[in-house]
């Protein structure tokens, strides 16, 4: 291979979920011809790079979409060998340019996991981790938004594994990338000035707005009416089950009503978020609110002494305006 990775700088977005990874790579792959312009290649179809995380999972099979897919675990490894094979091929084609590749999936990779992507992708060039983080209570109730909408969620996303997203994910990212091969991008800041341009400002490249593109936001957030009715329809019609019925859910989804917030945090929950927030404040130099701030969950006592809890297609019901 003619290969000049000493001119080529890969940056490699890992996300992580809900910061603004389905705008960046939207608008990435409606603006292409303007990034070459400007000597950034995006490699990419408009959504996470197909296949790239199930490619570097060790047990492909545990990926939901792969389990999903109705294909077996032969055949996914096919698949995926075709994907690595493929992305050689225009990383060659991309040599002494900046190419941006990515998947908010990658940040979800074990350790030898992103040791390997690593490793895969070196010869190519200098390998920057791009890593978006965010506030701890708006991202579990932007998750959990997602989730519902997709129907794999009946409840709020879980605080275990929201606080991973603060703390180990971005830990281990660094660790297998380096320090100075790893940069930190709050979402809220980055929504200011528009999360591409940030992106591309932090690497001194010229931003979409200076090459005449300009970014839309992709996703929408639904009300908190319809996350709820979404969280009892799933519950109801799970994915696959074949009642299920996509008109439903869209006239759910358009559901008006107020921002959907989710559930505050337990004590216990805001003292191991104050210790994840002090060690990557110390280590990765992240800007997270203080614990005080966090919204503290309120127990409803009727509940605990057995107030009538309606079914979950009453509720539904009810929510729609079909009940009386």
Not at 98 to 125: D, H, K, N, V, W
Request: charged share 25%; with cysteine.
């Amino acid at each position: 291979m003619d290969l000049t990775p000493e001119r080529t700088t890969i940056l490699l977005h890992v996300g992580i979920h809900k910061t603004g990874s389905t705008s960046l790579q939207k608008n990435f792959a409606k603006h292409r011809p303007l990034l070459r312009a400007g000597g950034i290649r995006f490699l990419g179809h408009g959504g996470p790079y197909r296949n790239l995380y199930s490619a570097f999972l060790t047990d492909p099979m545990r990926f939901f979409w792969n389990k999903q897919s109705k294909l077996n675990a032969e055949q996914i490894r096919l698949r995926d060998q075709q994907t690595l094979a493929d992305l050689r091929t225009r990383l060659t084609r991309c040599q002494g340019q900046t190419i941006i590749i990515s998947s908010e999936r990658l940040s979800m990779l074990q350790p030898s996991e992103l040791q390997a992507l690593r490793g895969f992708l070196t010869p190519y060039g200098t390998v920057k981790a791009v890593f978006f983080y965010r506030e701890l209570d708006s991202w579990i109730s932007s998750n959990s938004q997602e989730m519902a909408k997709s129907g794999i969620a009946t409840e709020p996303t879980d605080f275990t594994l929201a606080l991973r997203r603060i703390r180990e994910m971005p830990l281990r990212v660094a660790d297998a990338f380096g320090p100075d091969n790893t940069t930190f991008i709050r979402f809220e800041d980055a929504i200011q000035s528009g999360i591409c341009d940030t992106f591309l400002s932090t690497f001194g490249l010229p931003t979409l707005t200076e090459l005449g593109g300009e970014e839309v936001i992709a996703n929408q957030s639904i009300s908190d009416a319809a996350v709820e009715a979404l969280f009892d329809y799933n519950r109801q019609f799970p994915l696959g089950n074949p009642e299920r019925n996509p008109k439903e859910v869209a006239r759910i989804m358009a559901l008006p009503g107020k921002k959907y917030q989710a559930p505050g945090f337990s004590r216990k929950e805001i003292a191991q978020y104050a210790q994840a927030r002090a060690e990557v404040g110390n280590t990765l130099g992240f800007r997270l609110k203080a614990p005080e701030h966090l919204p503290v969950r309120r127990i409803e006592v009727t509940d605990l002494f057995g107030r009538a809890v309606q079914s979950a297609e009453q509720r539904i019901l009810k929510i729609l305006g079909k009940a009386s």
